[in-house]
């Protein structure tokens, strides 16, 4: 991430084609579902105002311009943050995690919010399961809290 941060500082890379890389990427590798929704929008309004202050030689977190993946367990605003539960669909969160606020103010900002297992807990109410890439027919299930982490870094 420091690398990516650095060449956008830099200006050979812009926030705004790093968020659009990976709003396409996530469409691309859907079969997986590792990502339960995206909250495209406010990162690409955020890329935005990046790429601004970096032309304008203002000052920005020192990993400004890298899209992250959140679990969709963390408060974030720009999507419903359900914990990949029926009961929370439509739930907007009134505020941010703490942990999600501390890397915004690096420069960091949320694009997808990825899936896990619902409410951290047994397999039910699901509203996503992620799967394996390259076993997709053997294996199907990638369970656990960290399953949308782990689909997502192997895709």
């Known amino acids: 991430m420091p690398e990516i941060a650095k060449r956008v500082q830099g200006g050979e890379l812009r926030a705004e084609s790093l968020v659009d890389q990976a709003l396409k990427t996530i469409e691309e590798q859907d079969e997986y579902k590792a990502i339960i929704a ?19 030689h203002e000052q920005v ?53 990825q899936t896990l297992m619902p409410l951290r807990m047994a397999p039910v109410l699901r509203t996503a399961t992620s799967l394996r890439p390259k076993i997709l027919m053997t294996n199907p299930g990638s369970g656990g809290s960290s399953g949308g982490s782990g689909s997502c870094r192997r895709a």
Do not use: C, H, M, W
Not at 38 to 56: F, G, Q, V, Y
Not at 81 to 100: E, H, M, R, V, W
């Open 38 to 56: 995206t909250t495209s929008a406010r990162a690409r309004d955020r890329a935005k105002e990046i790429d601004r202050r970096i032309a304008n």
């Open 61 to 113: 977190g020192k990993l400004a311009g890298v899209p992250f993946i959140a679990k969709d367990n963390f408060l974030a605003f720009g999507a419903d943050t359900t914990a990949a539960s029926n009961i929370l669909k439509g739930f907007d969160a009134p505020y941010q995690a703490t942990a999600i606020e501390r890397l915004e103010l690096k420069g960091l900002f949320v694009s997808p919010r």
